[in-house]
């Protein structure tokens, strides 16, 4: 019977639902200054003067960053204690960072929409924004980002070192430790543009290319594990391997950020040979364990939690699609030097982000409501499925418009008119491009409204599972007395 299933008892599970609902809110956000940002695309007068366009960028971009922040500590909160088999050590100091962080964004996302224009100066560095892309948060904010991920991170040692050590564990701690380590290169400046570039990747590249997708490997296969009873044998053998590659093949494959900032030469071959590795580890431990959990002879193949399973199969392919697929085809250096600063990085960019990260995490959200309402099954609501169609159908919409704008800059800006004034200006107001900003503006119409699926099926679909799962209890305990 229902009453029988164990509701989250871990107060560990408890912040991570709170990281999980901050982590929504900020996703809805996120999709809503970019809405703003593609019709002014389009319409460079709407909201002047009210909401600027590099306000909404900045907001869209950052809020992406923090969401999946919040989502990647709650997930952490989430697995520490199955992992360990004990309650996380700090847990109430973990709860107070967490409010100390909400506090915090909400105050930075307020000045970022009330003092939109004016002069910089050392002052604006430390109380407004150090106008860094992606981590332009105030440097007072930047400091309480990195106290609160080594509190976070002091968590997560101190329970692994206290209770059981899994493989899982294992790598989640060494790539915690790099994770926080690398978000280190960003806190300062040099006055050589080059060199200051050159850190900046660190951050960027290796903390979202190498040290996340470790990351992500670790959850999802503790997710696979939870949602279809996964070998643990076969995750952590790809695990190391994912760990292997990754902070190898990732470190090298650094390189392509290399090649136009007056870095050797050497890093063309090197950036180009190592980048398109990052994607195979994940898709192979997929794989091998769908092959694995398939051929098990008598095994009833129940999946405990329908929509994470089918979050965990969008974040595995879009992972390959987005960071492998799209990312290679303007790494080669041959290519880049056309490419680079057009719309390329940015379709790369979205199916990358969305695939690798947002899908995994979203997962992990599913995991956490059926933890909180003490679900023996989640399924997947029709408002489950349009969510996880219209979002990805959105992403992809976007990706393609992209591209196609991308290949116009390239082509036309580029290669006909030798990246001049004239060649941007002949770029931008082409029927091409003008059509591809607006079918990029739809399907993020398509994205949004697949997030209100989505956030409605969150708040939803866990309570109404509760009622079915009482319902069927009763009838078969009424069956039995029969």
């Not at 959990?293 to 929509?307: F, L, V």
């Not at 996880?388 to 580029?414: F, K, N």
């Amino acid at each position: 019977m229902l009453s029988k299933v164990m509701r989250v008892q871990w107060e560990s599970q408890k912040l991570a639902i709170k990281y999980f609902q901050v982590a929504i809110i900020l996703f809805g956000a996120q999709l809503l200054f970019g809405l703003l940002a593609g019709i002014q695309y389009l319409y460079p007068s709407f909201l002047f003067g009210v909401l600027d366009f590099s306000i909404n960028r900045i907001v869209h971009i950052n809020a992406m960053v923090v969401w999946m922040l919040y989502a990647m500590i709650g997930s952490v909160y989430w697995l520490l204690p199955d992992e360990t088999g004990i309650e996380t050590v700090g847990v109430k100091i973990g709860t107070l960072l967490f409010y100390i962080l909400t506090a915090a964004v909400a105050v930075v996302v307020l000045v970022y929409l009330l003092v939109q224009v004016g002069p910089g100066t050392d002052m604006t560095i430390w109380l407004i924004t150090e106008g860094r892309e992606y981590i332009e948060a105030p440097r007072w904010a930047d400091i309480g980002i990195v106290v609160v991920v080594l509190g976070f991170l002091a968590n997560v040692y101190l329970t692994a070192f206290k209770g059981r050590r899994t493989g899982i564990m294992t790598v989640l701690m060494w790539d915690l430790l790099a994770l926080a380590g690398l978000y280190l290169a960003g806190m300062f400046f040099t006055r050589n543009v080059s060199v200051d570039q050159y850190w900046w990747w660190w951050v960027i590249h290796l903390w979202v290319e190498a040290t996340w997708e470790v990351y992500v490997a670790a959850v999802v296969g503790y997710g696979l594990i939870k949602t279809i009873g996964a070998s643990r044998r076969i995750v952590e053998m790809w695990l190391w391997i994912e760990m292997a590659m990754l902070f190898g093949s990732g470190i090298l494959g650094l390189g392509h950020h290399y090649f136009w900032i007056g870095t050797p030469e050497y890093w063309w071959e090197i950036g180009a040979l190592f980048s398109a590795l990052e994607p195979v580890p994940l898709v192979g431990m997929f794989v091998h364990v769908i092959y694995d959990w398939g051929k098990q002879a008598g095994k009833q193949h129940e999946i405990t939690n329908k929509p994470a399973f089918g979050w965990f199969v969008v974040n595995t392919f879009g992972n390959f699609l987005g960071a492998g697929v799209w990312g290679f085809m303007h790494t080669l250096p041959q290519i880049n030097i056309y490419t680079h600063g057009t719309q390329w990085p940015s379709a790369h960019g979205h199916l990358a982000f969305y695939g690798a990260y947002a899908a995994i995490l979203i997962g992990m959200m599913y995991l956490g409501v059926q933890g909180k309402y003490g679900l023996k099954q989640l399924p997947f609501t029709r408002a489950g499925k349009w969510a996880i169609t219209l979002i990805t159908v959105g992403v992809l919409g976007m990706t393609v418009a992209l591209t196609i704008a991308a290949y116009v800059q390239t082509m036309v800006e580029r290669g006909e008119w030798g990246a001049t004034w004239e060649g941007y200006f002949a770029a931008q107001n082409s029927t091409w491009m003008l059509q591809a900003y607006g079918w990029r503006l739809f399907m993020g119409i398509v994205t949004f409204l697949g997030f209100v699926f989505l956030f409605y099926d969150l708040l939803t679909v866990g309570k109404r599972a509760e009622v079915a799962e009482r319902a069927t209890a009763g009838a078969v305990a009424g069956a039995a007395v029969a």
